[in-house]
């Protein structure tokens, strides 16, 4: 068990890492190649825990004064322990004094967990996109969330 402790910006160096992480926590993964491309394009983070354990990451896409969320994951070892709560808590504090306005995510429908933080947390639903993510036998809604910052 590791705490969370920091983000800290994701490099070249936790590529594999990542994508290893990414296989195994997500149904349709993303490819080296979609991680390569968001650190050239985007504002990336690992969850970093107390021991320097990485344990998660998280892919922002800057637009204007929004942050839009792209990918989270927690690594399987470390979920269910408050990690993802404490680090989107850790975003949220680092953006606070910042120019972007708002943070935008989508989830699942099926991820009550996952929605269940984001609201804890101070997100609000805004709406749905229909059949937006793949599913083993089918599509499924993703629930459109947004916070103030």
Not at 109 to 136: L, P, V, W
Request: hydrophobic share 40%; glycine share 6%.
């Amino acid at each position: 068990m590791s705490r969370f402790d920091c983000l800290r910006l994701m490099d070249e160096t936790d590529l594999d890492w990542a994508v290893s992480v990414e296989q195994r926590v997500h149904l349709v993964p993303w490819s080296k190649k979609g991680f390569e491309q968001a650190l050239a394009d985007s504002v990336s983070f690992v969850m970093q825990g107390a021991d320097n354990r990485a344990l998660g990451y998280m892919i922002l896409l800057p637009v204007l004064d929004e942050l839009h969320l792209l990918n989270l994951a927690v690594d399987s070892d470390y979920q269910g322990q408050g990690v993802a709560k404490a680090a989107m808590q850790a975003l949220i504090k680092r953006f606070d004094e910042s120019d972007y306005q708002t943070l935008l995510l989508e989830v699942r429908e099926s991820n009550k967990i996952a929605r269940h933080i984001y609201q804890k947390i101070g997100f609000q639903q805004d709406g749905m996109r229909k059949n937006y993510y793949q599913t083993s036998t089918g599509r499924e809604h993703a629930v459109l969330m947004s916070l103030k910052l």
